[in-house]
């Protein structure tokens, strides 16, 4: 089982990045996924959940209308397009896939949003 996501680094205030995920070794479509992020000092914070078939979404109060999270069952992929950066959205972000017991983390990937 494998989640990798890819796509952080050094964005400026009010920029733009799009998170992908790229999952393998398990049943992708069954699986709820989910993004979070973990900021320095802070509790790990879901950000959006997508259900299996994508057709229901959820966003943290402070992402909502800026964040959209999406996904493509035939590739494996999981994305999360995050507009309007904040210096307060400078985290580590996850991957998460869960079905029942099963809960898959990837590695995380950095974004800070600084000038």
């Known amino acids: 089982v494998q989640l990798v996501e890819s796509g952080g680094g050094l964005v400026q205030p009010g920029g733009s990045l799009r998170l992908s995920c790229a999952a393998s070794?398990?049943?992708?479509?069954?699986?709820?996924m989910s993004w979070y992020r973990r900021a320095p000092g802070k509790e790990r914070e879901l950000v959006a959940p997508?259900?299996?078939?994508?057709?229901?979404?959820n966003y943290a109060e402070s992402v909502k209308g800026r964040f959209t999270i999406s996904r493509d069952n035939a590739k494996n992929m999981v994305y999360l397009q995050s507009n309007s950066l904040k210096p307060e959205d400078t985290a580590v972000y996850y991957c998460?896939?869960?079905?029942?017991?099963?809960?898959?983390w990837g590695q995380g990937t950095q974004v800070t949003v600084s000038s």
């Open positions: 070794g398990f049943t992708f479509s069954a699986f709820a």
């Open positions: 997508i259900s299996n078939g994508g057709g229901s979404t």
């Open positions: 998460n896939g869960r079905l029942g017991f099963f809960d898959y």
